[in-house]
Every structure is written in C-alpha cells, then in structure tokens.
C-alpha cells in the first residue's frame, strides 16, 4: 500500500514534516508520511543527532513548489514556445532541465491542473509531477566539504532505511 498514503493494515499514514541543521549551515527538511508521528519523531531525531544535527526550524529557508516535467517530444519545443500557454494554465516559471525536458513550476495547489492543462492543450507527454521543497537562493549552501557531503547521504540513506518513514528522497544537493 505504500504509495497510497494507506499503511499494510489499509489505515491512513499521518504526515510528519521534520526540520534539522547540519554543519556548515545545511538545512535539511523530512518531510514523510508515517504510522506513528511518535514514534517516527524519535527514531528520526536519534538518527539526526547521529550525524551531527540539530533538530529546530529550517522551513522558512525553502519554499514549497509544485514541478513537472514534461518529456521531450519531436516537434523540439523549446520553454519559449510553452511560455503564455504555461503562465495561463497557472505556472510560476518555465525553465528546461539539462536532458531538455520543459520544466514547469506552479503553486503546491495549482500542479495536478497545470500539468493536465498544458498536456491537453500542448499534447505533451507528463514525465513526472511532484511537490518540492526548494532552497531559497538567499539561504543556498555552498557544499565545499567531501565529509559534509557524504555526512548528508549518510543521513539520508539512513532515514529513508527507517521503517516507520515512507517517502521518496529528492536530494537537492548542488
């Protein structure tokens, strides 16, 4: 049932969104759904304290943003092409990924309908759709460390190890 937001038992997960900071300055956002917030939170705070972290808030330093990337067609449209049909379906910004994928960003709320709205209108293929938290370019840290950086996979590989945390790691490592 993961996946489904249902636990093995067919009840549904509770999100839980829990914020640390890692040396130098690296925030860090987990934000999953579990079948006990209780106990989840502590498993996921040992692990945090583990490598170094301290839980306290980070959210304010990211924004949270809906993204879909549509696949490359035959036809070779470019973001600009897209751009009015983007805007009046409701997104933020275009942008292209480094395989040439349009990628679109909208509001958390606005992704499902900007998504099916250009892909109706544009007959473009969805390639994914998600919902993200994103850096603010004010608070982005510079990754200068090989220990840093390997810390951070460390914690992450080992939350997404824990049981009681169901979720898709999307590292925004730079």
Request: charged residues 30%.
């Amino acid at each position: 049932m993961r996946g489904q937001g249902l636990n093995i038992s067919g009840n549904p997960l509770q999100p839980l969104l829990m914020e640390a900071i890692f040396s130098p300055g690296v925030a860090v956002l987990i934000d999953c759904e579990t079948e006990s917030k209780a106990r989840t939170l502590q498993e996921v705070r040992i692990i945090i304290k583990k490598y170094g972290g301290t839980g306290t808030p980070t959210s304010h330093m990211f924004k949270k943003r809906g993204r879909i990337i549509f696949e490359s067609d035959e036809r070779g449209l470019t973001m600009d092409d897209l751009l009015d049909d983007a805007v009046e379906s409701g997104a933020e910004d275009v942008d292209s990924d480094e395989d040439g994928h349009i990628v679109i960003y909208t509001e958390p709320s606005k992704t499902i309908s900007t998504a099916a709205a250009l892909a109706q209108k544009r007959a473009l293929k969805i390639r994914s759709s998600d919902i993200m938290w994103e850096a603010r370019s004010e608070t982005a840290v510079v990754m200068d460390s090989e220990a840093s950086l390997k810390t951070l996979v460390g914690f992450m590989d080992d939350v997404l190890e824990e049981p009681s945390v169901q979720g898709t790691p999307k590292y925004g490592l730079n």
